[in-house]
Nanobody, 120 residues
């Protein structure tokens, strides 16, 4: 089983920044993609950003130019730097990781979510 621990959410004013962190632990052989999703009240969960094992990145149009995703393969960690935050970025942010166990079985894991609130 793979566990994801997230941190870094909080309350910030519009225009401010937050940095989310997510670390995976467990019987991990390799990690494929790492990403961040978010879900605002009354809305469906949506993809925010993803990064592949090769370092290719994807961003939702709504966050391009403001958010940056990184990963540290030595720590099985991913980070989401969120700048120029807007009230519409307010949501619970979830880390998502896919990969393989040492048994070569594939896994998919979700974090518990961290709240980011952008408000004056």
């Amino acid at each position: 089983q793979v566990q994801l621990v997230e941190s870094g959410g909080g309350l910030v004013q519009p225009g401010g920044s937050l940095r989310l962190s997510c670390t995976a632990s467990g019987t991990i052989f390799s990690i494929e993609a790492m990403g961040w999703f978010r879900q605002a009240p009354g809305k469906e969960r949506e993809t925010v950003a993803e990064i592949t094992s090769g370092g290719m990145t994807y961003y939702a149009d709504s966050v391009k130019g403001r958010f940056t995703i990184h990963r540290d393969n030595t720590k099985n960690a991913t980070y989401l730097q969120m700048n120029s935050l807007k009230p519409e970025d307010t949501a619970v942010y979830y880390c998502h990781v896919t990969g393989y166990y040492w048994s070569k079985l594939r896994f998919e894991s979700w974090g518990q979510g961290t709240q980011a609130t952008v408000s004056s």
